[in-house]
T-cell receptor, first 115, second 113 residues
Framework: AQSVTQPDIHITVSEGASLELRCNYS??????LFWYVQSPGQGLQLLLK??????LVQGIKGFEAEFKRSQSSFNLRKPSVHWSDAAEYFC?????????????FGKGTRLSVIA | EADIYQTPRYLVIGTGKKITLECSQT?????MYWYQQDPGMELHLIHY???????EKGDLSSESTVSRIRTEHFPLTLESARPSHTSQYLC????????????FGPGTRLTVT
């Protein structure tokens, strides 16, 4: 069965600073990997996804993530954080077969941005 | 932009009332999901469906029930609401045709008094 760990519950960064949110997964085969963002009181919005191919994937809002199979990681990065990036971020893993197995989500990382 | 809708967005209701949370998607997705989420907390999968007439219970035990009579519609029902049901409920859908990307609705914030 798949599992996802987001080691950081809460991260605070200064506006303009770089950001890296960690995500480690457990799955025996090639996974489907996703990052979602959630603003307070809203649903989740897909930032980016990895299925295969290039291990560095670009997403919306200037985010990128790198799939590292050797480390079972899929960390999310942004070179310069904006105040509007303050939100909850969720990493998710899916079985790379028929898609019948529901996605497994991490517990989330809350990002705070200070001036 | 994902076409998945939830109504109502906010609901305050008294204990013992029966409620139905609506979820509809216009993307023709076969797989649909219901999650329960307390503010700032993790997602808990409570129900999912592979397609019409298919429903499964999720990881978190829930007193709610679901039905899937039409592809686009996946309502969640609470027969007798209790204060412990106070939470945000998120609906989602995905399909092979959209590379298994999962799209979420805006959520229903339920408060049971």
């Amino acid at each position: 069965a798949q599992s996802v760990t987001q080691p950081d519950i809460h991260i605070t960064v200064s506006e303009g600073a770089s950001l890296e949110l960690r995500c480690n997964y457990s799955y025996g085969a090639t996974p489907y990997l996703f990052w979602y963002v959630q603003s307070p009181g809203q649903g989740l919005q897909l930032l980016l996804k990895y299925f295969s191919g290039d291990t560095l994937v670009q997403g919306i809002k200037g985010f990128e993530a790198e799939f590292k199979r050797s480390q079972s990681s899929f960390n999310l990065r942004k070179p310069s954080v904006h105040w509007s990036d303050a939100a909850e971020y969720f990493c998710a893993v899916g079985a790379g077969n028929s898609g019948n197995t529901p996605l497994v989500f991490g517990k989330g990382t809350r990002l705070s941005v200070i001036a | 932009e994902a076409d998945i809708y939830q109504t109502p967005r906010y609901l305050v209701i008294g204990t013992g009332k029966k409620i139905t949370l609506e979820c509809s998607q216009t993307m023709g997705h076969d797989k649909m999901y219901w999650y329960q989420q307390d503010p700032g907390m993790e997602l808990h999968l409570i129900h999912y469906s592979y397609g019409v007439n298919s429903t499964e219970k999720g990881d978190l035990s829930s007193e709610s029930t679901v039905s899937r009579i039409r592809t686009e519609h996946f309502p969640l029902t609470l027969e007798s609401a209790r204060p412990s049901h106070t939470s945000q409920y998120l609906c989602a859908s995905r399909s092979r045709e959209h590379s298994y990307e999962q799209y979420f609705g805006p959520g229903t914030r339920l408060t049971v008094t």
